[in-house]
């Protein structure tokens, strides 16, 4: 029955499109969703509410996307509009791949670049150009087992607000006889480890062009302590942000530093007292600084439809309001969120966005970020003390960015 | 046109036809991406310019940047080390078994069988079933060990970096292992056992008989199995992929899973085409000395 139903369907669909009029607008859209997520069910609403674009959703799996993009731009078959992860917004722009929406922003009633905040601003900015629009962001914070903190005697009202308070705290939630961590994060040699670790050192004065300094010694020292003392698993190194997370779910962990799209697994999984808190600081007064995750819709350069491509972007970036009770994102624009979901936790990811920092921009950021990587593992194994891994990193990027 | 149907069906066209097939498909798809990865390793090339072969040369700068990255030797030697240590245990393994289930016993050819299940998976699953056994902090082995006392603290197999590429080496000579096995057996059958009976009768005792008669008599199986024992070693990805990605900090990493990482993480596909490139001319000595060895079979 449900094949026939889907013939039918298929059967349908194909008159209809012979049967469209002429002017029909078609937008091929590339995403990493997959059908039921943000790209599929807003192009459906988006349809439904003008009858005359025809979108064709296209799912490409997240690891492919800057190689199937760059084939695809190669051979003259680029969709009009696609979704790029952050960091890598910059590596288009600056080969000209993508249109710059400046112009149509400026004549837009809709987007105003003042209200989107200015990590997920930073990050489609390249010299005086805007190249995309934020479908929302996500940043990094500290969960924590409360119930694990009680036993172990700490204040539950005012957890650690510095590097320092936060390493005693670790330590002291760690019971390796009973098999406990204090900590569980990701220091694994991929994008992830640079999302976990580049906020440490920006609240240093560091930045990803600048990694060997005093304060982002003392940032991997930090980590190195955590490994080195037991305080989190050796495991750390190749575990992902998702893996670390699944041991703090299973209580095998007190705390864990991730992000807001571990929240409905830890709902099913984690059967105790899950809070949170803002990732703390060198020391009183420094600068905070957190992650800032997800992507950009883009308009590639190639496009013959620029403004219909960019009705479609104007629609989406209105809808910011719903992305974190229905599509589990923040919102990457200065928006009132009726009735969050988790609304503690809710308001931790909220205050984190606000110092939530761009990693880059660069155009060649995949190697900037390997080098990072390469300085984590290094220090973290003892192949090199942490002085040495980050001067041979910065020596390395200094190569990539010259 | 009878003629050239004719020439066609029992001439020389047939042949020529049977030999321009072989020949094209060996150039469209061996000669000419080899051909290309060579051209790409003296090019600066990235994901844009992939298409086209209009690229920047750069004559031997990919060489030297490769040559001079500090992990390089590093990943040589774990390269030298995991191929020479899985091909030398498989092979050990894998002619012990041979050896063994070529004695007559129940269920010997039934035994012999199962021991392909390793064979069959693929390597992504036996990958993740490894990562598993060898987790550090709720793996199968660890536990094991602990029960057993061996142990107080647990091992991290795939993290700690000096242990990680000997993990992979484990699996991969679990994987391995079957291989061997089938192609000695095969070599094993093949040695007439009147030549036993005629050492026994002689009075030479098994082992004797065996360094006499067995390893002699197997130097062609022998020689093929260790060159494509070597060959497959220097192919194998998915281990990597699915239990270290070559980490942490290259401890694990080798030639072949470095060589995609650069092309394909990075985006330096023209160092990635170097690493390949020195690849391949390994692999054209194996490759020769698989063919001598395979000679000598026919010769004989």
């Known amino acids: 029955m449900g094949k026939t139903m889907i013939g039918a369907m298929a059967v349908g669909a194909a008159t209809f499109a012979t049967a469209a009029p002429a002017q029909q607008t078609v937008l091929d859209l590339w995403t990493i969703d997959d059908p039921g997520e943000y790209h599929y069910v807003l192009a459906e609403e988006y349809m439904a509410a003008h009858p005359d674009v025809q979108i064709n959703v296209r799912t490409v799996q997240f690891g492919d996307m800057v190689n199937d993009l760059a084939r695809a731009m190669a051979t003259g078959d680029a969709p009009d509009i696609t979704y790029i992860d952050n960091p890598e917004v910059a590596m288009f722009a600056q080969r000209g791949l993508l249109l710059d929406l400046g112009p149509q922003i400026a004549a837009s009633d809709i987007v105003h670049t003042d209200d989107i905040f200015p990590g997920p601003l930073a990050s489609v900015s390249l010299d005086g150009g805007i190249y995309g629009l934020p479908r929302g962001a996500n940043t990094i914070a500290v969960y924590y087992n409360a119930d694990m903190f009680r036993a172990a005697g700490l204040d539950l009202d005012a957890p650690p607000r510095t590097w320092d308070a936060f390493y005693d705290a670790a330590k002291t939630l760690t019971r390796p006889d009973d098999n406990i961590y204090g900590l569980a994060f990701s220091a694994i040699a991929t994008e992830e480890g640079t999302f976990q670790f580049l906020p440490w050192i920006q609240m240093t004065g560091a930045d990803f062009d600048d990694v060997n300094t005093e304060g982002a010694v003392r940032a991997l020292t930090l980590w190195k302590r955590f490994i080195d003392e037991g305080i989190a698993s050796r495991d750390t190194l190749i575990r992902s942000q998702w893996d670390s997370t699944g041991t703090f779910n299973a209580g095998s962990a007190a705390m864990a530093i991730s992000g807001p799209w571990e929240l409905p697994r830890m709902r099913g999984e984690a059967d105790f007292d899950v809070r949170a808190f803002a990732l703390p600081v060198p020391q009183e007064g420094a600068p905070r600084a957190s992650a800032l995750g997800e992507g950009d819709n883009v308009i590639l350069k190639s496009t013959d439809q620029p403004d219909a491509a960019f009705a479609f972007l104007e629609f989406m970036y209105a809808q910011m309001d719903r992305v974190w009770n229905e599509f589990g994102y923040l919102p990457a624009s200065d928006v009132t969120v009726k009735d969050p979901q988790y609304p503690e936790i809710y308001a931790v990811f909220e205050d984190s966005m606000r110092a939530a920092r761009n990693r880059g921009p660069s155009a060649n950021w995949p190697q900037i970020s390997q080098a990072i990587q390469g300085a984590i593992q290094q220090a973290l194994t003892g192949q090199a003390t942490p002085e040495e891994a980050l001067a041979r990193a910065q020596d390395r990027i200094d190569r990539i960015i010259r | ?300």
């Open chain 2, 1 to 300: 046109m009878l003629k050239f149907t004719n020439t066609f069906r029992d001439g020389i066209g047939f042949d020529t036809v049977l030999v321009v097939m072989a020949l094209g498909y060996l150039v469209v798809f061996s000669a000419y991406p080899l051909a290309y990865n060579l051209l790409m390793s003296f090019q600066s090339v990235d994901l844009f310019t992939l298409t086209s072969f209009d690229r920047p040369f750069v004559g031997l700068d990919n060489y030297r940047e490769v040559l001079s990255r500090p992990e390089t030797a590093m990943i040589f030697w774990n390269t030298v080390k995991f191929v020479g240590l899985s091909v030398l245990a498989q092979l050990c393994v894998g002619f012990a078994l041979a050896l063994f289930f070529q004695l007559d016993f129940p269920a010997a050819t039934w035994l012999r069988g199962l021991f392909l299940a390793g064979w069959i998976m693929p390597a992504l699953v036996v990958g993740a079933v490894w990562s598993w056994v060898l987790a550090g902090d709720f793996g199968v082995l660890n536990h094991m060990l602990r029960q057993i006392g061996v142990i107080r603290e647990n091992i991290f197999w795939l993290s700690d970096p000096d242990v990680a590429l000997y993990s992979v080496i484990i699996a991969n000579i679990w994987l391995g292992v079957p291989f061997n096995m089938i192609l000695l057996s095969v070599g094993l059958a093949g040695i007439p056992k009147d030549v036993y009976e005629a050492a026994s009768m002689d009075g030479a005792g098994r082992v004797q008989q065996f360094f006499t008669i067995t390893l002699p008599m197997m130097r062609a199986q022998l020689g093929a199995v260790i060159s494509l024992g070597v060959i497959f070693t220097l192919q194998q990805f998915d281990l990597f992929a699915a239990l270290t990605q070559g980490g942490p900090s290259n401890a694990s990493n080798v030639f072949q899973y470095w060589s995609w990482q650069l092309a394909f993480q990075n985006y330096e596909i023209g160092l990635g085409s170097v690493v390949s490139v020195l690849m391949i001319g390994f692999v054209i000595a194996v490759a020769f000395i698989y063919v001598r060895s395979t000679r000598y079979e026919q010769e004989s």
